[in-house]
T-cell receptor, first 111, second 113 residues
Framework: GQNIDQPTEMTATEGAIVQINCTYQ??????LFWYQQHAGEAPTFLSY????GLEEKGRFSSFLSRSKGYSYLLLKELQMKDSASYLC????????????FGGGTRVLVKP | DGGITQSPKYLFRKEGQNVTLSCEQN?????MYWYRQDPGQGLRLIYY???????QKGDIAEGYSVSREKKESFPLTVTSAQKNPTAFYLC????????????FGDGTRLSIL
């Protein structure tokens, strides 16, 4: 099976930077996704990593190290609207390429 | 506009009743998925379908059933055998190719009366 771990909750100040870590164990890693989910709403796609390194998309960046089973999502210049849950999801080739989601990290941005 | 439509947004079920949640997509995606989300938790896969007339059980399929008679539609039935059905249900679809993300509907919140 798979095991995906993320911190439950993080708090940061508007304008600051927050880094959300995700560690995973999988036998057939085939990509990692980050989603944002506001309370009561659908998750929306943020980023995808399959090779080691950093992917940057505006204020959001995502990093992957396959050898360490580790990823992080970096949110810069935090805005109040960034208060949401952030879900890490791993695709496993050994599990039919299904996505397995972590429990999500709730980020609270304070003024 | 292309997207995924789930209905209804809120649903109430009496004990012993079966209920069906609708999921329709006009994105021409081959793969469709049903997830369950409990408060403060991540998403757990119930069923998925990679092609019409075929579907597979996910991690928590007991008490649920699905059908995939059309590419656009993937309804989920929550049966009376599901003892704890109160949850937020999310439907998703994807092209099914590596690296392509899943796109989600707005969800159905199911509660037991």
């Amino acid at each position: 099976g798979q095991n995906i771990d993320q911190p439950t909750e993080m708090t940061a100040t508007e304008g600051a930077i927050v880094q959300i870590n995700c560690t995973y164990q999988t036998s057939g890693f085939n990509g990692l996704f980050w989603y944002q989910q506001h309370a009561g709403e659908a998750p929306t796609f943020l980023s995808y990593n399959v090779l080691d390194g950093l992917e940057e998309k505006g204020r959001f960046s995502s990093f992957l190290s396959r050898s360490k089973g580790y990823s992080y999502l970096l949110l810069k210049e935090l805005q109040m609207k960034d208060s949401a849950s952030y879900l890490c999801a791993v695709r496993d080739q050994a599990a039919g390429n299904k996505l397995t989601f972590g429990g999500g990290t709730r980020v609270l941005v304070k003024p | 506009d292309g997207g995924i439509t789930q209905s209804p947004k809120y649903l109430f079920r009496k004990e012993g009743q079966n209920v069906t949640l609708s999921c329709e997509q006009n994105l021409n995606h081959d793969a469709m998925y049903w997830y369950r989300q409990d408060p403060g938790q991540g998403l757990r896969l119930i069923y998925y379908s990679q092609i019409v007339n075929d579907f597979q059980k996910g991690d928590i399929a007991e008490g649920y059933s699905v059908s995939r008679e059309k590419k656009e539609s993937f309804p989920l039935t929550v049966t009376s055998a599901q003892k704890n059905p109160t949850a937020f249900y999310l439907c998703a679809s994807s092209i099914g190719e590596r690296g392509q993300p899943q796109h989600f509907g707005d969800g159905t919140r199911l509660s037991i009366l």
